[in-house]
């Protein structure tokens, strides 16, 4: 999966990003979403919608994830089956 923020806040960037139940902000096996590196780390559906990340490229199921954990992304358009 990749992501980019669009906020004016933020500086611009481009990321790999993963999806974890086994990280401390990962609450009751809650997934959330991990930006790898140094100055990556566990990032909230409130701090992802604050930082306005988009979804730049990621599969259906990590979409589907997501959005069942309360995230709210600029591309995390989910088809409803």
Known sequence: MRIRTNSA????????????TRHPRSCFGQVVLILPGPDGGAVGPSEAQ?????????????KQRLAQAGYRLKGLEVATH
């Open 50 to 62: 604050f930082a306005q990340f988009e979804i730049v490229e990621a599969t259906d199921e990590e």
């Open 9 to 20: 806040l933020f500086e611009p960037f481009e990321s790999p990003a993963e999806l974890s």
